[in-house]
């Protein structure tokens, strides 16, 4: 029996039997790993809540020949409860989620990024640091950075002119100048474009300050960059409460 442990954060959970539970997590040195909690539903079960999506947990598992099993689980971060209660955190949490599970596809392949990411992210939201929307957003675009799409925002995507520039071409990769500008290509304010770096980057000062307007047009240019590069949409995206 091959055991070892790590740092996690529970992406999905589904029923496994009467008693038994199949989690999803992503890792911090085991990248995304699914295990079997067994007896975890029970009322009785010491470590049941603990295996609940967006729990951040130190957990021990052993490997199995093709689902590992839960053996040991203790809290590092308990913010189910926080965000299970507000339908704004939820759905910006579960958007969260489901993006990490979509962009680590590989089983048991190191994703130290995307895990320190995705755990940040959650902590913020649980402790609502910053609009729920905005924590979205942010985390979304530097997920997609750490995938290997990080958005332009300022010089050309395409051929690095130096920017601002006033069109924006999710296809492209971003902002785009005029003599790159495909057809169909965005024209967001200004503001929007300056508020989705300083998300990328980071800049909080600038997010926090902005305006609703540009915020929601901020939240449709990442939804599209975002189901242009996994692809096909993500259902829990849909949901998200954008006030």
């Known amino acids: 029996m091959s055991l070892y442990r790590d740092e996690a954060v529970v992406l999905r959970a589904q029923k496994l ?7 999803t997590l992503l890792t911090r040195h085991h990248g995304k790993v699914r295990a ?3 007896g975890v539903r029970r009322t009785s079960s010491r470590f049941g809540s603990r295996l609940e999506p967006f729990m951040l947990i130190d957990v021990q598992l052993y490997t199995g020949r093709s689902l590992d099993v839960v053996t040991q689980v203790e809290t590092l971060g308990s913010f189910a409860q ?3 209660r507000d339908y704004g955190l939820y759905t910006a949490g579960a958007a969260m989620l489901e ?3 979509r962009l680590v596809e590989a089983e048991h392949e190191p994703s130290v990024q995307q895990f320190v990411l ?4 959650l902590r913020s939201l649980a ?3 910053h609009a729920a929307g905005l924590v979205l957003d942010a985390y979304l675009l530097r997920a997609l950075a750490v995938a290997g799409w990080a958005p332009s925002f300022i010089d050309c995507a395409r051929c690095g002119a130096e920017g601002p520039h006033r069109s924006f071409a999710v296809g492209s990769g971003g902002a785009v100048c005029s003599a790159c500008r495909p057809p169909g290509a965005a024209s967001p304010a200004p ?3 300056v508020l989705l770096a300083a998300l990328l980057s980071g800049t909080w000062e600038v997010a926090d300050a902005s305006d609703e307007r540009h915020r929601r047009e901020g939240n449709g240019l990442v939804a599209a960059f975002l189901q242009f590069h996994l692809e096909r ?3 829990s995206l849909r949901m998200v409460e954008r006030v």
């Open 17 to 23: 039997g009467e008693a038994d539970r199949i989690v």
């Open 36 to 38: 079997v909690g067994k």
């Open 82 to 84: 926080v965000i299970g």
């Open 99 to 101: 993006t990490a599970d």
């Open 118 to 121: 995705l755990a940040s992210a």
């Open 127 to 129: 402790g609502r640091e």
């Open 191 to 193: 503001e929007t474009l």
């Open 233 to 235: 949409g993500l259902r």
